[in-house]
Nanobody, 123 residues
Framework: QVQLVESGGGLVQPGGSLTLSCTPS????????MGWYRQSPGTQRDLVAS???????EYADSVKGRFTISRDNAQNTMHLQMASLKPEDTAVYYC?????????????????WGQGTRVTVSS
């Protein structure tokens, strides 16, 4: 069974920076795409950034130029560098792995979500 753990959240002042990490446990052979999502109270969970196996990235308009997503294929980890943080970035951030194969013999693709890490941007 594959599980994801996010880390790096916390309280930061406006204009500050944080780096989130997503670390898996369990057997993983390959991962097609990874993404960071966020959800504020009373809102839906929205895509923040995604990255494919070939490192093609996409960002929500609201974070372009401020956030950078990256992945380490050797470690199967993912990171989100967040700079120039704004109060509206306050949310619970979730990581998601898509198209996960747990072995070379598997033909079943999994989708896995983490439990979330809270980011609060406030003075």
């Amino acid at each position: 069974q594959v599980q994801l753990v996010e880390s790096g959240g916390g309280l930061v002042q406006p204009g500050g920076s944080l780096t989130l990490s997503c670390t898996p446990s369990g057997s993983i052979f390959s991962i097609n795409a990874m993404g960071w999502y966020r959800q504020s109270p009373g809102t839906q969970r929205d895509l923040v950034a995604s990255i494919t196996k070939s490192n093609y990235t996409e960002y929500a308009d609201s974070v372009k130029g401020r956030f950078t997503i990256s992945r380490d294929n050797a470690q199967n980890t993912m990171h989100l560098q967040m700079a120039s943080l704004k109060p509206e970035d306050t949310a619970v951030y979730y990581c998601r792995f898509m198209g996960v194969l747990t072995s070379a013999l598997s033909n079943r693709y999994l989708e896995v979500w983490g439990q979330g890490t809270r980011v609060t941007v406030s003075s």
